[in-house]
């Protein structure tokens, strides 16, 4: 599930472009699967070892064991759940190959914040009134919020994923890209068990190792979940009380919610506005933002307040533009994507009722993937920390692309452009190619 810091969430980036596109409108919630049969652990790659002193995968898993006694789990817990705790390389392989969001931010909201999901989360808030209004009472989370991240997440539970969690986890565990995180997520796992919430059989999710409904990672299981319908479990992958609770009290206590404010609006920017102003880490009043010329996307204008406000352009000075207030930096530490990020507010703010996004009147350029690599390489040896030279578009190399482009004197917007990229390379700009706004 969330990403309270960009430690706990990387292996989530791939999730809801991994899911069944297709699912039809309010899809029944189904049961998790029954018991998988017994695995065999498969070997563990020859680096796994390093670090850890040398010590094979059954070393590895006693002193897992032994930490875990320690932290308060029973040993009847950890003989229930020992024979999942087996290496899986093939999770190890995934977690090493995984491919974060490289897509137009039209091109994956227009899947994943699809009119059948807006409309499945307002029919699933009508359905559990209650519940919804229970959480934004206690927590003060509106109910688009947490129906957006339950629909991006798992389409409303139809797709939690069908791998036994114990497995996962503690195969990621003994690698060593993560190897701290997953120790202490295997642990927390083993502390759901411990305090009745779930069986090991029970532990069913995604590879990544996160649990229910909107995907907690243990850790996430363990410090927020509640028992919101009274059964005595925590249980967020059949309860759908629980799933809202729960969700609620993460975003507020532990993404640092701030009631009654919002998220993220559309607005509409005028062609003369400071670019380099536009980041994420720049936050003016809405004042300053209405001197500048931004308005909604008819045309009314913004407040005339003090309430602090960036503008996010997640596809550049010629793509849809964004009012991103202090709340959604509960979206980014959710999932530290942009695109996932931006599409989530979007979504609830849709599901809340705002009006379809605008679609730009011409094309948006994206350079192709390995133009967008070579040029993190330029960045990189321009003294640039962009994270790692992946060919995606990250928080990193947005803001290395914003530097160069106030070097060089374009707009700057945090878009590569070839103009760009023939900037860097000491050349002269070429046809930019195009991707199509669908």
């Known amino acids: 599930m969330p990403m309270n810091c960009l430690g706990s969430r990387l292996a989530v980036a791939t999730i809801a472009v991994s899911f069944a596109l297709s699912i039809p409108a309010f899809a029944q919630v189904t049961p998790p699967p ?21 010590q094979n995968f059954d070393r590895f898993l006693a002193d897992v064991k032994s930490q875990a006694v320690a932290a308060g789990v029973s040993q009847r817990t950890i003989s229930e759940a020992s024979p999942y705790l087996v290496y899986d390389q093939g999770i190890v392989n995934r977690d090493r190959g995984q491919r974060v969001f490289g897509q137009l931010f039209t091109e994956f909201a227009g899947r994943m914040a699809a009119p059948y999901r807006m409309q499945n989360g307002q029919q699933r808030i009508k359905q559990h009134a209650a519940a919804f209004a229970r959480a934004e009472k206690e927590y003060g989370v509106p109910p688009a919020v947490i129906a957006a991240f339950w629909g991006l997440e798992s389409d409303f539970g139809v797709n939690m994923g069908n791998l036994p969690t114990l497995k996962s986890l503690v195969s990621l565990a003994y690698d060593c890209r993560r190897s701290e995180m997953f120790v202490n997520e295997t642990i927390a796992a083993l502390k759901i068990i411990d305090r009745g919430d779930l069986t ?26 509640v028992d919101y319908d009274g059964d005595g479990r925590r249980d967020l992958l059949r309860s759908e009380d629980d799933v809202i609770g729960s969700t609620a009290n993460y975003i507020a206590n532990g993404l640092k919610w701030r009631r009654g404010e919002p998220w993220l609006e559309e607005i509409k920017v005028p062609q003369n506005l400071p670019w380099d102003q536009t980041d994420l880490s720049v936050q003016l009043p809405r004042s300053k933002w209405a001197q500048f010329g931004v308005t909604y996307p008819d045309g009314r204008p913004l407040p005339n307040d003090n309430l602090a406000a960036s503008v996010l352009l997640p596809m550049g000075r010629n793509g849809p533009a964004f009012m991103a207030y202090a709340n959604f930096a509960a979206y980014t530490e959710w999932n530290n994507s942009l695109i996932y990020s931006t599409t989530a507010g979007y979504l609830a703010s849709r599901i809340a009722g705002a009006a379809p996004m605008r679609r730009p009147a011409g094309q948006v350029a994206q350079l192709p993937f390995n133009e967008l690599k070579q040029l993190q390489q330029l960045l990189v040896q321009a003294g640039f920390n962009v994270g790692k030279v992946d060919g995606v578009l990250g928080q990193q190399s947005r803001a290395a692309v914003k530097a160069m482009q106030i070097k060089y004197g374009l707009p700057a917007d945090s878009w590569p452009t070839a103009e760009l990229l023939a900037r860097m390379r000491g050349g002269t700009a070429q046809a930019q190619p195009t991707a199509t706004i669908r």
């Open 34 to 54: 029954a018991r998988p049969p017994a695995s065999k652990a498969t070997a563990p790659s020859p680096r796994a070892a390093s670090c850890h002193n040398g």
């Open 200 to 225: 090991p059989d029970e532990m069913i999710g995604s590879w990544a190792g996160e649990l229910g409904q909107t995907q907690f990672l243990p850790v996430h299981y363990v410090n927020y979940a």
